[in-house]
């Protein structure tokens, strides 16, 4: 990961997603010194690209992850108002979101409208729940009705191409 690239991307999507249309006069706020944190959606390479072409396609506005990972992490759950980095397979980041809203809720109790809107697969909930029950499976999580799941949904502030190491190296 290339913390150049990101912070230069970070700076851009600022003014792009409007995050303080007020910093000319207030000054820089402490949630502008730092970048928020970049990840990739998905488990691999094709999971992170394709996972992104939804993103950016404003066809996938959710994601979902198992709650005790963030137990065992040692991490805080997303809030509402939270910025985050996407990258591509590539680590370049193409998109900056913010969570609008988190739930945890059972595995069972996942709704067709939250599946409809991770954007995965034919969109359904039971696409949403084989796919979910392989994926935690896979990640060595025992799967059942009572697992419980934290939703997340989410908004584009902004988005952009991959840009090159020497464009980023030529504005720092």
Same mark, same amino acid.
């Given at each position: 990961?290339?913390?150049?690239?990101?912070? &230069?991307?970070?700076?851009?999507?600022?003014?792009? !997603?409007?995050?303080?249309?007020?910093?000319?006069?207030?000054?820089?706020?402490?949630?502008?010194?730092?970048? /928020? /944190? %970049?990840?990739?959606?998905?488990?691999?390479?094709?999971?992170?690209?394709?996972?992104? +072409?939804?993103? $950016? @396609?404003?066809?996938?506005?959710?994601?979902?992850?198992?709650?005790?990972?963030?137990?065992?992490?040692?991490?805080? $759950? /997303?809030?509402? !108002?939270?910025?985050?980095?996407?990258?591509? %397979? %590539?680590?370049?980041?193409?998109?900056?979101?913010?969570?609008?809203?988190?739930?945890? =809720?059972?595995? #069972?109790? =996942?709704?067709?409208?939250? &599946?409809?809107?991770?954007?995965?697969? #034919?969109? *359904? $909930?039971?696409?949403?729940?084989?796919?979910?029950?392989?994926?935690?499976?896979?990640?060595?999580? %025992? =799967?059942?009705? @009572?697992? $419980?799941?934290?939703?997340?949904?989410?908004?584009?502030? +902004?988005? !952009? /191409?991959?840009? *090159?190491? &020497?464009?980023?190296?030529?504005? @720092?």
């Amino acid at each position: 990961m290339d913390q150049t690239e990101i912070d &230069a991307f970070w700076r851009d999507t600022q003014i792009r !997603g409007n995050l303080n249309p007020a910093a000319a006069y207030l000054g820089r706020t402490v949630d502008e010194a730092l970048p /928020p /944190p %970049a990840w990739s959606f998905g488990t691999d390479d094709r999971e992170a690209d394709e996972l992104l +072409a939804l993103v $950016l @396609a404003d066809i996938k506005t959710a994601t979902s992850s198992a709650r005790h990972e963030y137990d065992e992490d040692g991490q805080d $759950l /997303p809030t509402p !108002g939270m910025l985050a980095i996407v990258m591509d %397979a %590539a680590e370049h980041p193409r998109a900056l979101i913010r969570t609008t809203s988190v739930q945890v =809720v059972r595995f #069972d109790a =996942v709704t067709a409208e939250h &599946a409809w809107a991770e954007g995965e697969g #034919d969109r *359904s $909930l039971e696409h949403w729940k084989q796919a979910h029950s392989d994926f935690f499976a896979g990640a060595g999580s %025992a =799967v059942d009705p @009572a697992m $419980l799941v934290v939703l997340e949904r989410f908004v584009v502030l +902004a988005s !952009g /191409p991959s840009r *090159s190491r &020497a464009d980023v190296h030529q504005d @720092a």
